[in-house]
């Protein structure tokens, strides 16, 4: 199979790798970039183990071809913390003890960003249906909504 | 396998054509990756379409919208105009998957994985949809119901491909909805399905409507007599059980774990009743 040469940007940085044409975005993450915070849960869209954002969209990239990153701005659990330290949803996450395994953590800590830079005020239903599509095993999704909820009130008041 | 992003309608016609093995178009991949990585098909090429120009655009035509076939089910969502022509359309589209789904899921892939249960076809076959088709030859323009043949076929030729589904300008006093019948709230396949879409006169009568199934039959069924049975009425309860007789009727589905025959024959009727009522209440109607 030919190699395909792809340019893109990654958390704000440009990046270009070689991938085959069956190679998915979640594959060249983690083998060709060394980006292993997004994990590989099911392969088939429906755990979002391995959520990023594609052009400021939310998508498993497990159902992305690495090709298709060629001109785009991906965005990956990487790239949350800032200079200051950890994202606020980071912290939430952390203090409410929304995780154990933490396999499920890095793809529902970028989709409950997405969530609060479109959505900075959901109720816990929005939030519950915004992140239907990431699955835990671990913690009941309880302490989940609630670390959101906590981010989200941080960030309003900031 | 090979990966192409043509930049032309003609070339994407002429690299579908040329390629004597397997093809597959790529819009949102959410069924072409699947399919891929479960070895369901081994393409030698791919064709992705998403750099063809207004592939990704949702532009108002003749009072209707034309939705190009890259526009993912969650932009379609956020287009508020769309939404309040055929807010069954959009509902319908909304419901498949996840977030992550919606943001790559596009209504011509539904479409064309010609599944079944496939959950915006029934409320395209209602909304009287019509997807523009290019090819080796002449642009041509086809009801959305001719487009499924059976589980995973369409009738599109060799190097034809969808570029855009016109969602056609619709006469005020009309309303659409979709309902779905799944066993969980979310992220699931519909075991049956029913979209309608309707208008009143200035009397609540129904003047036209349109009903369709899915999940029922090999393709998703337009149904002619469904359709009668609640056009000259103001839908009430004889009419609305008319409706889901003649909907039960045209059911011919497949017995498995997610849904006996019996079962999917009869929920589609209920699914119709319902989905009637939210239309004719969506049309201004006094249910
Ligand atoms: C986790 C998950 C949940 C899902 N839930 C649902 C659900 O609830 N309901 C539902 O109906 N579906 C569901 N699906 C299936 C899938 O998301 C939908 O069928 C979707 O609409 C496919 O659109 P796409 O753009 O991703 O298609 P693609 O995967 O790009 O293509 C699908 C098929 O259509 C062909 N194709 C695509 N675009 C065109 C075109 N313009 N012209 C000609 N052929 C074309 C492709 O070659 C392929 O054969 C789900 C999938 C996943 C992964
Ligand atoms: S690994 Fe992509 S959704 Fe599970
Ligand atoms: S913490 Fe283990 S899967 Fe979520």
């Known amino acids: 199979m030919s190699s395909i040469s792809v340019s893109t940007t990654v958390n704000g940085d440009p990046v270009d790798f070689v991938c085959t044409p069956d190679e998915s975005l979640l594959d060249a993450l983690r083998n060709r970039m060394g980006l292993t915070g997004a994990k590989e849960g099911c392969g088939t869209g429906d755990c979002g183990a391995c959520s990023v954002t594609l052009n400021g969209r939310l998508v498993c990239s497990c159902l992305v071809l690495a090709a298709e990153a060629e001109g785009a701005e991906i965005a990956t659990v990487e790239g949350m913390a800032g200079p200051e330290g950890l994202h606020p949803l980071q912290r939430a996450f952390i203090d409410h003890a929304a995780l154990q395994c933490g396999v499920c953590t890095p793809g529902i800590l970028v989709a409950a960003k997405a969530l609060l830079e479109r959505n900075p005020d959901p109720s816990d239903e929005e939030v519950r249906y915004w992140l239907a599509g990431n699955l835990c095993r671990c913690t009941g999704y309880d302490k989940i909504v609630r670390a959101v909820q906590a981010a989200a009130a941080e960030m309003r008041s900031a | ?287």
């Open chain 2, 1 to 287: 396998m090979r990966y192409e992003k043509p930049q032309t309608v003609a070339d994407a016609a002429r690299l579908l054509t040329a390629e004597k093995g397997i093809t597959r178009v790529l819009g949102g991949g959410t069924d072409v990756l699947v399919q891929l990585k479960a070895g369901m098909v081994e393409p030698d090429l791919i064709v992705d379409i998403k750099a063809l120009p207004g592939i990704r655009a949702i532009v108002a035509e003749a009072g209707g919208f034309r939705i190009g076939a890259a526009v993912s089910n969650a932009q379609l969502g956020e287009d508020a105009a769309v939404r309040a022509m055929w807010p069954g359309v959009v509902e319908a589209a909304g419901l498949i998957g996840s977030t992550q789904v919606q943001g790559r899921a596009t209504m011509a892939g539904n479409l064309c994985n010609a599944s079944p249960a496939g959950d915006a076809v029934p409320a395209l076959v209602a909304a009287g949809a019509v997807a523009r088709v290019a090819g080796p030859g002449a642009a041509r323009d086809v009801p959305v119901e001719a487009i499924p043949a059976g589980p995973g076929k369409t009738t599109l030729k060799r190097g034809e491909f969808i570029t855009s589904i016109l969602l056609p300008a619709r006469p005020a006093k009309s309303g659409d909805a979709y309902l779905r019948f799944i066993p969980r709230t979310e992220m699931d396949i519909a075991v049956a399905s029913a979209a309608v879409s309707l208008t009143l006169n200035d009397h609540g009568v129904i003047t036209a409507a349109r009903v369709a199934l899915g999940a029922v039959a090999p393709t998703v069924r337009l149904v002619d007599d469904a359709a009668a049975a609640i056009i000259g009425t103001k839908l009430h309860d004889d009419a609305l059980a008319a409706l889901a007789a003649a909907c039960s009727a045209a059911c011919a589905p497949i017995d498995d774990k997610r849904g006996t025959i019996e079962f999917r024959t009869e929920v589609a009727g209920v699914l119709a009743k319902r989905a009637a009522r939210i239309a004719y209440t969506r049309a201004g109607g006094q249910a």
